[in-house]
């Protein structure tokens, strides 16, 4: 799992060392989801973000929702 995908799926088990506890994958994440996204699509394309929502969708299938969400409009996704 690279980098980028490790670090999402840390958020959807709130090990990624933030202080906030929200039953929300998006409460407190937001702009870092889209960051990681941006990266991911600088890394492999839509390819790469298809893998990484895949990923957060087996972990916790609700929050992929919201990924979706946050990955909207960054590189080629497209809700």
Not at 12 to 38: A, M, P, Q, W, Y
Not at 43 to 70: C, F, K, Q, S
């Amino acid at each position: 799992m690279n980098e980028p995908v490790l670090q999402l799926v840390k958020m959807t088990e709130g090990k990624d060392g933030s202080d906030e506890n929200t039953t929300s994958f998006l409460g407190c994440h937001k702009e870092k989801v889209r960051e990681i996204g941006l990266e991911l699509h600088n890394l492999g394309g839509i390819e790469a973000m298809r893998l990484a929502y895949h990923t957060v969708y087996l972990e916790h299938p609700t929050w992929a929702t919201e990924l979706d969400y946050a990955f909207n409009g960054v590189g080629d996704w497209v809700r």
